[in-house]
């Protein structure tokens, strides 16, 4: 997702109102809401107990994350017990739809230090992502963003893995316009070059665009690959089709957020 700048409303009593000071269990929902949120991002939870404590309760999510940014700090699955690459490895029975790839280093040099070992590299799951669902969240719905595809395909370089696959429909190549916006369209082109994206089939029949459906392409070719799906999409319509899709797609689905561009 890419953050809003939140609002601040400043509220005065009127004369003779008495404004609700809010009380300990509201106080205390906030805090535990506010730590699930960045627990579910990766951040180790005693990092997360020294922001809220300096904050407060109270601060806006959007706060918080930028005071965890802002402290140059490493979600756990970049660095602790529990890394994306072991999540997407052999050994493990299941990926946590919950992960982010959101990255927080302070430097690409640092990220690149901390990448699995060789023998690590050897047990990485295969990675296959939604290009469509990427692209749209990192342009925020308003445009197809190439530039979220290329920082999710890093992402993973960065860790070792080499079996990555990006489906987006052919369509995509054609030139943006007013209905249909995508940004650094190069990207694309220079991905298929390096055969890690791949252009599902579209054609035009009698002025009408005719497409395949590219997420049955993606389901497809992460079951058989025993592999993970990038997305936040949940592929409902294709989880009642087939018993053994519904829950590789509930095990294997790795979601994610954008945070400035990470």
């Known amino acids: 997702w890419i953050t809003m700048e939140s609002l601040k409303v400043s509220l005065s009593p009127s004369p003779g109102l008495s404004l609700k000071e809010p009380g300990p269990v509201d106080t ?26 300096k904050l407060g309760s109270d601060a806006l ?60 590299k050897d047990n990485l799951r295969p990675i296959v992502i939604d290009g469509s669902n990427v692209a749209m969240s990192h342009g925020n719905k308003e445009m197809f963003s190439c530039q979220g595809i290329q920082l999710a395909v890093d992402w993973f370089l960065e860790r070792g893995h080499r079996d990555i696959t990006v489906f987006v429909p052919a369509w995509r190549k054609e030139q943006s316009r007013p209905d249909a916006l995508i940004t ?4 694309l082109r220079r991905l298929e070059k390096d055969k890690i994206l791949v252009f599902t089939p579209s054609r035009r029949v009698q002025g009408r665009r005719v497409v395949c459906y590219d997420d049955r392409f993606i389901v497809k070719l992460a079951y058989e ?33 954008f945070v400035n561009d990470k």
């Open 28 to 53: 205390l929902r906030e805090y535990k809401t506010k730590m699930e949120f960045a627990l579910k991002l990766g951040y180790a939870e005693d990092l997360v107990r020294l922001v809220l404590n």
């Open 61 to 120: 999510i959007n706060d918080v994350l930028g005071e965890l940014v802002k402290l140059g700090s490493k979600p756990e699955n970049e660095g602790g017990t529990q890394t994306l690459s072991q999540s997407t490895s052999t050994s493990s029975s299941s990926s946590s739809g919950t992960s982010s790839f959101c990255s927080f280093s302070d430097s690409l040099d640092s990220r690149r230090s901390e990448s699995p070992s060789v023998e690590d």
């Open 184 to 187: 650094d369209q190069e990207i």
């Open 225 to 257: 690959s025993d592999g993970i799906i990038v997305s936040n999409d949940n592929y409902r319509d294709l989880a009642v089709e087939k018993p053994e899709w519904k829950k590789f797609i509930d095990e294997r689905l790795l979601m994610y957020s």
